[in-house]
């Protein structure tokens, strides 16, 4: 094969594999969904700080036999504060719902929560963001649901709000309590 036959063939054979990895790519269950290596897994370590005057949040709690939801928030972000009103209304409803504040200092989250009200049971405290980085969180607000053995059964990346928080944590949610 010449030189000149073979660089006619390259780009129609380039063009066929990159259509196959798109293909396939959409063929998945979820095309959105972010996958989480932590899923199954067991939930990582907690930070030993928690917000001055707020009641800690400690591995036990994860451990207790109850489904835990733990939710990374720092006072500065948009989103976190978007979603506030949700995490509320999940601790009316009886959700034993943790929190991990982070990248934020003591003083900002405690007026925050001072403020807007605390819906936390407790609240661990990561300032320089070491911990989050152990659980995969790569921006705030990030959810995770674990089961009563302290597994991760779900990762929710982004606000509690709106349909996606209907369509996808909500559901995920419900199954959790249901397998109790």
């Known amino acids: 094969m010449s030189k000149t036959s073979f660089l006619m063939v390259l780009p129609p054979v380039i063009f066929a594999a990159l259509a196959a990895v798109f293909y396939i790519g959409m063929q ?59 995490l509320h209304a999940l601790r009316e409803e009886g959700i034993n719902l943790y ?9 900002k989250a405690n007026t925050y929560l001072d403020n807007e009200g605390n819906p936390f049971l407790g609240v661990a405290y990561d300032p320089k963001g070491r911990t989050a980085i152990e659980w995969g969180v790569v921006a705030p607000p990030e959810t995770f649901i674990i089961d009563g053995s302290g597994t991760i059964l779900f990762k929710y990346t982004g606000p509690l709000i709106g349909s996606d928080y209907e369509q996808r944590f909500r559901p995920a949610l419900e199954n959790a309590l249901a397998a109790k």
């Open 99 to 107: 929190g991990v504040n982070f990248k934020d200092t003591s003083d």
């Open 28 to 86: 998945r269950e979820d095309p959105d969904a972010l996958p989480s290596t932590f899923i199954g897994k067991e939930a990582p370590v907690l930070p030993d700080a928690t917000l001055e005057g707020r009641e800690p949040f400690l591995p036990k709690h994860m451990r207790e036999g109850e489904i835990t939801v733990v939710n990374f928030w720092a006072s500065w972000c948009p989103p976190c504060r978007a979603e506030h009103p949700t």
